[in-house]
């Protein structure tokens, strides 16, 4: 039966043809689709990217330079979140999407590179503004190019070529305007504000228009495919803590081995644990079970679009700005000079490491609400500690303060556990129950082709 699909992040409503076919070149998705290699390898561009941001900003450690951060995680999660789209209604391993990919990739990859340039360039090299602004078009378009090309027998996508391309241009518009403001209309701070309005209002073209084009008939193809590559860039941004706590910028050989360094790391892996298991123990398997559930396309595409494209945003900015805290911490334990439990943390990098886990807890008590319909109480008053500790934290040295964040972090995740735990059976009962099914039937069909 043919399926009609529209995309909150790309705005297309594309006639998709046949179970598994479709167009000359591209072949559809179907219900029980997972990721690709692929939508993996976009990934990789994305660890560089979320260590770019994370290290340009612990360079500029002011409140501009973190909204700068937060501007720019906004707008790489939403060239990631149209490739996730891609991947939920084609396959993107098959045809020519790879070659299309591959260019997403290469345009994501330069764009990356580009973010420590991309608000203000600076003497050598290309202008860093204007090269941000074309790879973002770059991916956006090619993302859009897809879409078309499905659907360029369906007179209604000719018809909305302006609505489909014109957040993409506009947006870009916006962040080559903000690049290329003439310095002599502003004086110092004026320049930056207008700059950033620019760059505010890029963002509220994008994430508005996925508000407006609702309606329109856009589901999920696969909602096992959508709730695994939202897990895998949390798995993604997860790993930038870790790469956060290994290495600094300026850090060229290997760290000494003392009990403060070991202390750190083990602190630092404990709270990274703990947001894995806040996230993946149970809450996302409830979330993509709720999603499999939710039968009528339209609710699907609402709840899609509300709990992965827009409220996984926070989840990811959290874990970015835990990251943020974290650089070079470890090192100054390694330092000889440094005491034994380090010196007290500066209030920016202290407010990043408590404030990311907040800001972190807070969305998932959010989606937990939303897709689960059960409000999080321990995770609601892990929150309130953290917010207490944090004026205690910033008068102790560095380690005690990451020690504090780690038991405070796995007591809340420990309490909202123990409190989930019916639910939690069940969730997790019925996802083994669906493993154990989607096993037995590989195994059946292999043994019948292969």
Known sequence: MPGICHSPQLGCHTLLVGQGGGTRGVRRSAPGSRA????????????????????????????????????????????W????????LIRTDQGIVPAVGFVTIAAAFVLALSLPKAFVDRPG??????????CYFVVRVSETVIFLWIGRR????????????????????????????????????????????????????EYGAGLALRGTGWTVLSAGHWAERHGQIVLV??????IALGFSPGETAGLSLTWPVLFAA?????????????YFDTLALGMEQTLHRTRDPDARAILARNAYSYLHLPVIAGVILFALGLKGLIHEGADPT???????????????????VALYLLAL?????????????????????????????????????LGMLALAAAVAVAAQTVVDSRRRAGVRQTAFEEQLAAEEEQTRWRGHHL
Request: charge should be positive; aromatic fraction near 12%.
């Open 338 to 356: 440094t005491p034994s439990w380090g010196v007290p943390l500066p209030s920016f990098d202290l407010l990043a490491l408590y404030g990311g």
């Open 125 to 134: 090299g290309l202008f860093g503004p204007l090269v941000f602004a074309t």
């Open 365 to 401: 008590i959010v989606l937990g609400r939303l897709m689960l319909g059960a409000p999080r109480w321990p995770t609601i008053g892990g929150i309130l500690l953290l917010v207490a500790l944090v004026p205690v934290a910033g008068t102790l040295p560095e380690l005690i303060a």
């Open 154 to 205: 369906n007179r209604d996508v000719r018809r909305r070529w302006q609505l489909l391309a014109l957040p993409a241009f506009l947006a870009t518009g916006l962040i080559v305007v903000a690049g290329l403001l003439p310095q002599r209309f502003f004086d110092g701070s004026a320049e930056s504000v207008a700059r950033l309005l620019c760059w505010l209002a890029a963002i509220g073209v």
């Open 81 to 88: 979140s149209g490739f996730a789209v891609l991947g939920n």
């Open 237 to 242: 941004a997860l790993g930038e803590a870790i």
């Open 36 to 79: 690709t290699p692929l939508e993996l390898f976009y990934d990789l561009v994305f660890v560089f990217a979320f260590l770019h941001v994370t290290t340009a900003t612990a360079g500029n450690p002011t409140a501009r330079g973190l909204v700068r951060c937060l501007v720019l995680l906004a707008l790489l999660w939403w060239c």
């Open 266 to 278: 083990v602190l630092g892996i404990a709270v990274a644990a703990a947001m894995w298991w806040a």
